[in-house]
C-alpha cells in the first residue's frame, strides 16, 4: 500500500464507521481537509500557482457546504469533527 492508502485508510477508520466507509459526511470533510493541508505545504513551496488555487478554494467551499449539512443534521458529531480536525478556533 502507498503511503497515501494508508493515510486515507487512518482516516477511515477514525472517522468512519468502519474501514470501508468513505461516504459519510465526517469522513468526506476529513478527506478534504486533508488535501487541504497538503495544499498548503504544496503553496508555500510554489507561490505563484494560481491555477491550483482554484482548486483549492473550490475544495474549501465543499467542505464549508458538507460542514453545513453535519451541523444542520447533527450537531454532535459537528462538534467533533470540528474538534479533532482543529478547523475552527
Do not use: P, W
Amino acid at each position: 500500500m502507498s503511503k497515501k492508502n494508508i493515510k486515507h485508510s487512518k482516516i477511515f477508520l477514525k472517522f468512519g464507521k468502519s474501514i470501508n466507509d468513505s461516504g459519510s459526511a465526517e469522513v468526506q470533510i476529513a478527506l478534504i481537509t486533508f488535501r487541504i493541508k497538503t495544499l498548503k505545504i504544496h503553496f508555500d513551496i510554489n507561490k505563484k500557482d494560481h491555477s491550483s488555487k482554484r482548486g483549492l478554494l473550490c475544495m474549501v467551499s465543499k467542505r464549508r457546504k458538507l460542514l453545513n449539512y453535519l451541523k444542520k443534521k447533527s450537531l454532535s458529531r459537528y462538534k467533533y469533527v470540528i474538534k479533532k480536525l482543529s478547523i475552527r478556533r
